[in-house]
């Protein structure tokens, strides 16, 4: 038997490679001495290896990535940085400190300036950490990938998961996150075979260039595998593969029902429209993340036109800013919370914030006035009517025909009905729903089996939810992770939701399974399922007395 490590798999695919091992920044020696003569030529050094690392590595890169690279290699030869730690390490301070200080204030000044230059501060401080990790005799932090690898990583920021380069990442391996982290949640969107939450992965002691083989449909991570498994893995993985691939046409059970499949759109670039119905969620975040200053109208207009144009003739739903949390924002910092997850978040923010959301919903306007996609607009994190007609109000004063909300929070799902009687559709949010109703934060990985939208106490939320959006006659959707698991999406179409929406890649197989049920079986599933005791059982339950065939493309 070959070692192995188990975690979390994200998606279905395998991935074969060898390893680089993204290390954290080491920051500062807090030990080290005042600064002697011979810091300044170190210093000199250190930067002039971290900017022929770059120019190196962008001879392998792709243009986009090969230009990021280059503006790295200046920035880091810019005389007028190396003068300011200089002029630091004549006052005295330890070399890794006046590099530090210095790069802050250097950043200080490019964000003054705005605009592109803002923008190089990332840069900048990635600059930064790599001469400070050389000046400290330590391997340099950050992901460098100038050819095709697996990552490993102790986690992955937003940031770093949303810049990678999709034609270099095999696959990713991480010792954090939990099912719907940002990272799995990135990886899903992307198509990038994964394992999070890897028990037993030590990142510290982890190598690069160590082959690993990523089995993304069991969450296994192995070592060594000799030849012959790793075929027989590969075959399992494109027999399904070649079942999944005629698969197209609209979602609707055996006996017609009718269940619109949408993608979830994470960047505009990655937009993909072929094969279904519309968009069921575009995130808008990752154009603010990251970001030094708030994004200015006409680059909105620009991001979202663009998908709006890839959508063309179909419904694309977009969700205003859903910031706060794991997702914070540079520009609208709030006092540190001590629970950020309960603090203000999502639409929370965007009251405290409404410029921000005003702006965001003019460029949805003039941008939907560009293409013939139908907008549909809604909020992230509504818990009470009051809200719910905040944002109605809000959206429509600025032209939003289609206004709607997210149910993630509990108060919301019991309440759906006098919610739904302000706006025109719901969308659950089932990883933040399954947070709230267990109360198990969906940051903390080794949670994973509260975190579980099988557990029956969720399933009865979202039953609830569904029963509510009947009442007010709205349309009610699924746009969490859940919607991507084709045996859940049998039972969520037995609840009562009308659209599932997820990463393209998932599409072909939830369709597959709607159209081996009758509406009547999906509700009959979704009996047994809220009837069991647990999310194994009510799981197991419906992969018992689903059709046999589903087994083939799980
Ligand atoms: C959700 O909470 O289910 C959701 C779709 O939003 P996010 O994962 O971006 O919080
Ligand atoms: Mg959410």
Redesign the pocket.
């Known amino acids: 038997m070959s070692e192995s490590l188990k975690g979390i798999g994200i998606g279905s695919k395998v991935a074969a490679g060898t390893t680089i091992v993204v290390r954290p920044a080491a920051g500062v020696d807090p030990n080290e001495p005042a600064s002697t003569e011979a810091d300044s030529p170190r210093v000199k050094q250190a930067l002039k290896a971290v900017a022929d690392s770059l120019t190196e590595q962008s001879a392998l890169a792709d243009d986009d990535a090969a230009g990021i690279l280059l503006v790295g290699a200046q920035l880091a030869g810019d005389r007028s940085l190396a003068k300011k730690i200089d002029k630091k390490l004549a006052a005295g301070e330890g070399v890794t400190h006046a590099v530090h200080n210095a790069v802050d204030e250097f950043a200080q000044g490019l964000s003054a300036l705005g605009g592109y230059m803002a923008e190089r501060v990332t840069d900048l401080y990635d600059i930064r950490d790599r001469a400070i990790a050389r000046l400290r005799g330590l391997p340099e932090p950050g992901i460098h990938l100038s050819k095709p690898a697996i990552l490993v990583a102790e986690d992955l920021s937003p940031a770093q998961t949303a810049t990678l380069d999709k034609s270099l990442v095999l696959g990713i391996v991480t010792a954090a996150g939990g099912p ?1 982290s ?1 990272t799995a ?1 990135l990886c899903s969107q992307r198509n990038i075979p994964a394992v999070v939450r890897a028990k037993g992965l030590d990142i510290d002691s982890f190598e690069d260039g160590t082959e690993l083989v990523i089995d993304a449909s069991t969450g296994t991570v192995h070592f060594d595998l000799p030849k012959d498994e790793l075929n027989a893995l590969q075959e399992r993985a494109k027999k399904r593969e070649d079942l999944l691939a005629g698969s197209s046409g609209p979602g609707a059970t055996a006996d017609g029902c009718h269940i619109q499949l949408l993608s ?1 759109v994470a960047s505009p670039d990655e937009a993909e429209s072929e094969g279904v119905e519309g968009c069921g ?1 575009f ?1 808008t ?1 990752f154009l603010y993340l990251d970001k030094e200053s708030a994004p200015t109208f006409e680059e909105q207009v620009a991001s979202y036109k663009t998908v709006l144009q890839e959508f063309s003739g179909k419904k694309v739903v977009v ?1 205003t800013l ?1 910031a706060g949390a794991d997702k914070p924002l540079k520009f609208a910092s709030q006092e540190v919370e001590e629970n950020p997850a309960l603090g203000k978040r999502g639409l929370r923010l965007s009251q405290a914030k409404s410029e921000l959301l005003d702006t965001q919903l003019k460029a949805l306007v003039a941008a939907s006035e560009e293409s013939d996609a139908e907008l549909w607009v809604m909020a ?1 994190m509504v818990s009470t009517e009051d809200e719910a007609i905040w944002f109605a109000e809000r959206a429509r004063a600025a032209g939003i025909e289609h206004v709607g909300i ?1 149910v ?1 929070v509990p108060a919301a799902a019991i309440r759906s009905a006098n919610l739904l009687n302000h706006v025109d559709f719901a ?9 709230y109703t267990m109360a198990a934060d969906r940051m903390q990985g080794d949670l994973g089996d509260l975190l579980d939208a099988w557990q029956p106490a969720v399933l009865d939320m979202i039953a609830l939810c569904c029963e509510g959006a009947d009442d007010a006659q709205a349309h009610v959707g699924v ?3 859940s919607a991507s698991d084709p045996l859940m999406a049998l039972v969520l179409a037995g609840l009562g939701v009308k659209s599932l929406s997820m990463a393209p890649a998932r599409v072909p197989a939830v369709r597959e399974v709607l159209k081996m049920h009758s509406i009547k079986q999906c509700q009959e599933l979704a009996r047994l399922a809220r009837s069991a005791k647990s999310a194994q059982a009510a799981k197991q339950a419906v992969l018992q007395y689903a059709d046999p065939r589903v087994k083939d493309i799980l």
């Open positions: 719907t940002h949640i979830n969620l995130r975040e969700r859903d992230p997210m993630e969308s659950i949010g089932t990883n933040d729903l399954t947070q746009c969490g992770e």
